[in-house]
T-cell receptor, first 112, second 113 residues
Framework: NAGVTQTPKFQVLKTGQSMTLQCAQD?????MSWYRQDPGMGLRLIHY???????DQGEVPNGYNVSRSTTEDFPLRLLSAAPSQTSVYFC???????????FGPGTRLLVL | GNSVTQMEGPVTLSEEAFLTINCTYT??????LFWYVQYPGEGLQLLLK?????DKGSNKGFEATYRKETTSFHLEKGSVQVSDSAVYFC????????????FGSGTRLLVRP
């Protein structure tokens, strides 16, 4: 049982490049989400999904796309990277109800 | 909307000192409240939680009590260790959006030997 896994751990992009951050969970959780962590601002919700085929926007969705084709996977796509997207990205998952969210180890992204 | 406010850090303590990290919240109804901890270079781990008023969450010597009357969920530990050095986040999930966690800005704790 690996929990929530994220790849890559670290990535450097140039402005305008695109990439996909991968997230997978093996706990059969319905709910998955993406957060970004910036100094002094805590974590902010980017997008979330309440089940396969269902996604919605969080607090800071601009510049990011998501899809949820399976229960296990929830990739985050940066369409055209900008320096403002330099951050640490965390994926999380949770079962039904108001249970604990489990976080992945994070992806550190630097956009030059 | 829902929000969480934490005390500014960093908090620097000597080993075996008493710790309090303040957290207050704004939310409608009865949110669930959480403390997460982030050790250097790692992701967030749930430290403790409380889901209704007057509940006390506890784990690893840390405690926090859900105070509806003061809308607070302060984190306490009687005797901190060097290994407790980390960033601590207070968070809530509201009744109107139970899937979403709202985080405070985090408080960095540094414990010196």
């Amino acid at each position: 049982n690996a929990g929530v896994t994220q790849t890559p751990k670290f990535q450097v992009l140039k402005t305008g490049q695109s990439m996909t951050l991968q997230c997978a969970q093996d706990m059969n959780h319905e709910y998955m989400s993406w957060y970004r962590q910036d100094p002094g601002m805590g974590l902010r919700l980017i997008h979330y999904s309440v089940g396969a085929g269902i996604t919605d926007q969080g607090e800071v969705p601009n510049g990011y796309n998501v899809s949820r084709s399976t229960t296990e996977d929830f990739p985050l796509r940066l369409l055209s990277a900008a320096p403002s997207q330099t951050s640490v990205y965390f994926c999380a998952s949770r079962g039904a109800g108001r249970e604990t969210q489990y976080f992945g180890p994070g992806t550190r992204l630097l956009v030059l | 909307g829902n929000s969480v406010t934490q005390m500014e850090g960093p908090v620097t303590l000597s080993e075996e000192a008493f710790l309090t990290i303040n957290c207050t919240y704004t939310a409608t109804g009865y949110p669930s409240l959480f403390w997460y901890v982030q050790y250097p270079g790692e992701g967030l781990q749930l430290l403790l939680k409380a889901t209704k008023a007057d509940d006390k969450g506890s784990n690893k010597g840390f405690e926090a009590t859900y105070r509806k009357e003061t809308t607070s969920f302060h984190l306490e530990k009687g005797s901190v260790q060097v290994s407790d050095s980390a960033v601590y986040f207070c968070a809530l999930s509201g009744m109107d959006s139970s899937y979403k966690l709202i985080f405070g800005s985090g408080t960095r704790l540094l414990v010196r030997p």
